[in-house]
């Protein structure tokens, strides 16, 4: 096997889940690079894979015409395989031997989105599933050394408490109120987000019972993914922050209203979540997040 192309998922959060699919990938074809079809809202989390080939992006606002001149790029090459986890028709158009999709997948083995994804193909590699990757750098984590230095301890809390879409938002208050909660099992704070949430950290910031760093609006997604990776445990909402921290291998508390968390979870080693069924994010329990982080915050090794 020597040519690769993945067709990977748009959203931060799906792109992070696909990854445990391209890494079983290169460990059935260690000699394989691998072209990644991409969204540009994802594509730069596959930059620093070791084995990727070319990234292709595909930008939805185009429309058709982008289609066809994403289409004539890909042709000029032949694949061996060509494995598609989107499923519009793409892979059906190109040049390869053999193609794997959600149309061709079996049954997945269980009941999360990465078990989805793995079904697909399942019938060439078997069904062991990797961890998620985000591929660092050391100038990312060189990054990540310089913010944090001045933060007392190594018990960090990450804590990211925006989304993409509004309803998926627990409160600011809430989650201040969650780290006076959990306040003996950290030294720190740190808070992360986009220059969106920098109003949101900031009532955060305003009460809290620990030293705290506000990065809002001050880092790239991989170099947050450098911070997280110093962390202890990482809490949010239902978003690709959320799933960045799970392929990092920090514990994660996950605030859900929306969508269900046995499929959706971060897919990592330590994952807790709080769930309303009825999709009223606002409405969760400090009482029972902060019950279900202390049971995990125990667990931890």
Not at 31 to 54: K, N, T, W
Not at 215 to 227: E, H, N, V
Not at 246 to 261: R, W, Y
Not at 264 to 284: L, S
Request: charged residues 20%; aromatic residues 8%; hydrophobic residues 40%.
């Amino acid at each position: 096997m020597r040519g690769i192309l993945f067709i990977t998922l748009s959203n931060i959060g799906d792109a992070v889940l696909s990854t445990p699919v391209l890494e079983r990938l290169h460990q059935c074809y260690p000699q394989a690079m691998v072209d990644i079809v991409a969204d540009p809202r994802s594509g730069f989390l596959f930059e620093h894979c070791p084995y990727r080939g070319e990234i292709f992006l595909k930008v939805k606002p185009e429309g058709w015409r982008g289609v066809v001149a994403l289409l004539h790029t890909l042709r000029r090459k032949r694949y061996d395989l060509i494995v598609d986890l989107r499923t519009d028709g793409l892979a059906w158009l190109l040049r390869g031997k053999k193609r794997l999709t959600k149309w061709t997948a079996g049954q997945p083995q269980g009941p999360h989105a990465v078990h989805r994804h793995m079904s697909v193909i399942a019938p060439l590699t078997g069904p062991d599933i990797p961890a998620a990757r985000v591929w660092l750098t050391g100038r990312h984590r060189a990054f990540a050394d310089e913010q944090l230095k001045a933060l007392p301890g190594k018990r960090w809390l990450a804590l990211c408490p925006g989304a993409n879409w509004p309803p998926k938002i627990w409160p600011a208050q809430c989650y201040q109120e969650l780290v006076w909660r959990v306040k003996e099992y950290f030294d720190a704070v740190i808070l992360l987000g986009g220059a969106k949430d920098i109003e949101r950290n900031r009532l955060i910031a305003g009460n809290l019972p620990l030293p705290y760093l506000d990065l809002s609006g001050k880092t790239d997604l991989l170099q947050a993914a450098a911070i997280i990776e110093r962390a202890r445990a990482f809490t949010g909402n239902d978003s690709g922050m959320g799933h960045v921290a799970g392929a990092m291998a920090t514990a994660t508390l996950t605030l859900f209203g929306q969508g269900p968390p046995l499929e959706y979870h971060p897919w990592g080693p330590h994952p807790a979540w709080v769930y309303r069924p009825d999709g009223d994010t606002q409405k969760i329990s400090v009482d029972e997040a902060a019950q279900t982080f202390r049971a995990l915050l125990d667990g931890l090794p």
